[in-house]
């Protein structure tokens, strides 16, 4: 369960045929709705369910989130201050903090030209993932256990997602 059309549209491109299965959705609400809507749909058919969000450096948010997720049994990929950060270390290592989610998303504008939250496409940032995870896990959560700013855990559910299948 995605917040936004830029990680629906990433995580939609990271299917395959031979890939594992993913169900890729991005309805309309704010963020403690997405967790208590994931764990809603939590069922028997999913392997595991994620909730992929901003945090919108808002750190009682955050505690919120982490709440919710706990208590709907949802696993969460945040990031700090938006997903398109998650982006960026596609491209480049990345640690100094942004004022605002704008601010990182100007700055991934001018490292890819032919991005666009709308035409956002895995296929453009495929060949980075493998650095986006070790340069995104370098990133630690701060002294109260809160993402720093920035960070990504969005790592952790790409590794899942591309591990081999036990079956």
Not at 122 to 137: L, N
Request: charged share 30%.
């Amino acid at each position: 369960m995605c917040e936004g059309k830029t990680e629906k549209l990433y995580f939609t491109g990271m299917r395959s045929r031979h890939g594992p299965q993913l169900a890729v959705d991005a309805p309309d609400g704010d963020h403690l709705w997405l967790i208590g809507e994931a764990g809603r749909r939590r069922t028997a058919e999913y392997d595991e369910v994620w909730c992929v969000l901003d945090t919108e450096l808002n750190k009682d948010l955050v505690r919120k989130l982490i709440a919710e997720a706990e208590k709907s049994k949802v696993n969460l990929a945040l990031s700090s201050p938006c997903f398109e950060f998650w982006l960026i270390l596609h491209i480049e290592d990345y640690a100094r903090p942004f004022q605002t989610a704008e601010e990182a998303k100007r700055k991934l504008a001018r490292l890819s030209s032919n991005w666009s939250e709308a035409k956002t496409n895995f296929r453009d940032f495929k060949d980075g993932v493998e650095d986006a995870c070790k340069r995104a896990r370098k990133l630690q959560p701060g002294a109260d256990g809160l993402p720093c700013n920035p960070s990504t855990s969005v790592w952790q559910l790409v590794e899942k997602i591309r591990e081999p299948s036990a079956d």
